[in-house]
Each structure stands twice: as structure tokens, then as C-alpha cells.
């Protein structure tokens, strides 16, 4: 049971450049979220997905945009790096939204944008 | 909105030893969940306790328990007989209960505290 998976686990970007960080689950989970992690920080909620087709702004959403296609993927994308984005992204899942249920993590990305 | 507060940065304690990692948080909501994760170097979020708020009954988890004060809004975690593998960094964090209105099940998390454990 692979659990929550990110790709990559390591990016270098150049300022303005863009990719697109992938999230898959296999446990049919309905939520989906995307946090970053910053030295001396939390986690911060950057976008969510309640459901396949749905996405929503977490805390801070600006550079970033998301999409869920699938039930199991959930993609983050950087339109234009900058080096305010560099950062450790977490992928998290869980089958409803409510405490009760686990929050699944993915490993995380380290981004450095240059 | 909530809020969690850890003010302890860097701990340190002695192996075999009790530690006790503090955490507060700010809700107007009755009903939520606390969680203590684990982040070790490898940066896996692992969680390590959960506490539903409407229990008073404080968590334990083999080695590790918390002390929940409610009425206090206060979530601290005590680690015994600590071993090597304990250090990390630490995560409090909290989730509503119920999806309330801005709220869809995400955690929200204090800025940790990193812990060391000596030989």
C-alpha cells in the first residue's frame, strides 16, 4: 500500500520558470491538501480539494494554482517560480474533512527556486 | 480563526529521561481535535497522538502522552524513558471537529520544537 506519493522529491527552478508537483493516493480518499513548510514554521494550508473536479484557497493560495482531474491525483502547479516559493511541499489526504479521520502525509518536495 | 501557539523552540533532554513539549491553542469552537506529529530528518509527518476534545480523558500512546486542559486551551506532550530515535521536530496542530464555515478539514499548525536527545 503506497499511501500518499509525491513526484519529485527534489526540484531547482530558475526565477519565472514553471512545473507541476504531483500528489497521488491509492486509499480512495474524498480530501485532498496541499502545505508548505518554511524554516521556523508550520505547515500552511496552500490549496484543498474536497472532492474530484473541486478545489478551494487555503491560507496562501497567491503563485499557485491546482487542479483535480482524478479522485486520486491532485496537482500543484508554479505558473512563474519565485524565490519566495522556495519551500518544502506537502501533499496530505484524508476520506472526510472532519477530525475524526486521519490526515495522511505524502513525503514532501524540496523546491529551491534560484 | 484558530490559532496554535508552541513557545518552546529547542528542547533538549537526556536519554531515558521525561520531557514535556507545550502547546496552546486559540478556538471559539467546543468540539475539535488536537494532534502531536513527529518530524524526523527525513521530513515524513508522522503522527504521533491524536486527542478528541470532547474526551477528557488524556491520550497515550506507549511512550508518549499528553496533559489536555481544556478550559486552559492547553495540549502539552510528555515523552518517557526518551530514546535517541525521539529527536525531531514536533508538531502541535489542530482540527475542527465538524466542517464548519471556512473550515474543511485541514490542520493548523504551531511552528514546532525541535528536540534533542543526549546520550
Known amino acids: 500500500n503506497a499511501g500518499v506519493t509525491q513526484t519529485p522529491k527534489f526540484r531547482v527552478l530558475k526565477t519565472g520558470q514553471s512545473m507541476t508537483l504531483l500528489c497521488a493516493q491509492d486509499m480512495n480518499h474524498e480530501y485532498m491538501y496541499w502545505y508548505r513548510q518554511d524554516p521556523g514554521m508550520g505547515l500552511r494550508l496552500i490549496h484543498y480539494?474536497?472532492?474530484?473536479?473541486?478545489?478551494a484557497k487555503g491560507e496562501v493560495p497567491d503563485g499557485y494554482n491546482v487542479s483535480r482531474l482524478k479522485k486520486q491525483n491532485f496537482l500543484l502547479g508554479l505558473e512563474s517560480a519565485a524565490p519566495s516559493q522556495t519551500s518544502v511541499y506537502f501533499c496530505?489526504?484524508?476520506?472526510?474533512?472532519?477530525?475524526?479521520?486521519?490526515?495522511?502525509f505524502g513525503p514532501g518536495t524540496r523546491l529551491t527556486v534560484t | 480563526a484558530q490559532t496554535v501557539t508552541q513557545s518552546q523552540p529547542e528542547m533538549s533532554v537526556q536519554e531515558a529521561e521525561t520531557v514535556t513539549l507545550s502547546c496552546t491553542y486559540d478556538t471559539s469552537e467546543s468540539d475539535y481535535y488536537l494532534f502531536w506529529y513527529k518530524q524526523p530528518p527525513s521530513r515524513q509527518m508522522i503522527l504521533v497522538i491524536r486527542q478528541e476534545a470532547y474526551k477528557q480523558q488524556n491520550a497515550t500512546e506507549n511512550r508518549f502522552s499528553v496533559n489536555f486542559q481544556k478550559a486552559a486551551k492547553s495540549f502539552s506532550l510528555k515523552i518517557s524513558d526518551s530514546q535517541l530515535g525521539d529527536a525531531a521536530m514536533y508538531f502541535c496542530?489542530?482540527?475542527?471537529?465538524?466542517?464548519?464555515?471556512?473550515?474543511?478539514?485541514?490542520?493548523?499548525f504551531g511552528k514546532g520544537t525541535k528536540l534533542s536527545v543526549k546520550p
Open positions: 480539494s474536497v472532492g474530484e473536479g473541486t478545489t
Open positions: 496530505a489526504s484524508s476520506f472526510t474533512g472532519t477530525g475524526r479521520n486521519e490526515q495522511y
Open positions: 496542530a489542530y482540527r475542527s471537529s465538524a466542517l464548519y464555515g471556512g473550515s474543511q478539514g485541514n490542520l493548523i
